[in-house]
């Protein structure tokens, strides 16, 4: 499975953007993508999943801004990120996983930068 995002950038706070990751290869039916971020000197961080079904999960500090959506038929998942803040400052990785029986493969994508500046 390859991963490609695009649609980073830099932004003044309160601004938006939309980030977009279009999956080739093999996804299963059953599946989760999502988006995850990291931060200089943190760990890579959820910041919000979609499952195949369309059901959604945010992390806290996101909640109420972002909004994740996926299109099944392209394998494309999206984020539109509202209301910025300099604090979502990060590396925005793109990422897939497969779910199968007795587990899962993660597939990540390169990573798109944002840089919300105050």
């Known amino acids: 499975v390859q991963l490609q995002a695009c649609g980073g950038g830099l932004v003044q706070a309160g601004g938006s953007l939309r980030l977009s990751c279009a999956a080739s290869g093999t996804i299963f039916s059953f599946n989760v993508m999502g988006w995850y971020r990291q931060a200089p000197g943190k760990k890579r961080d959820l910041v919000a999943i979609?499952?195949?079904?369309?059901?959604?999960n945010y992390a806290d500090s996101v909640k109420g801004r972002f909004t994740i959506s996926r299109d099944n038929a392209k394998n494309t998942v999206s984020l539109q990120m509202n209301s910025l803040k300099p604090e979502d400052t990060a590396v925005y990785y793109c990422?897939?996983?497969?779910?199968?029986?007795?587990?899962?493969?993660?597939?990540w994508g390169r990573g798109t930068l944002v840089t919300v500046s105050s």
């Open positions: 979609i499952t195949s079904g369309g059901s959604t």
């Open positions: 990422n897939v996983k497969n779910l199968y029986s007795s587990g899962s493969s993660d597939y």
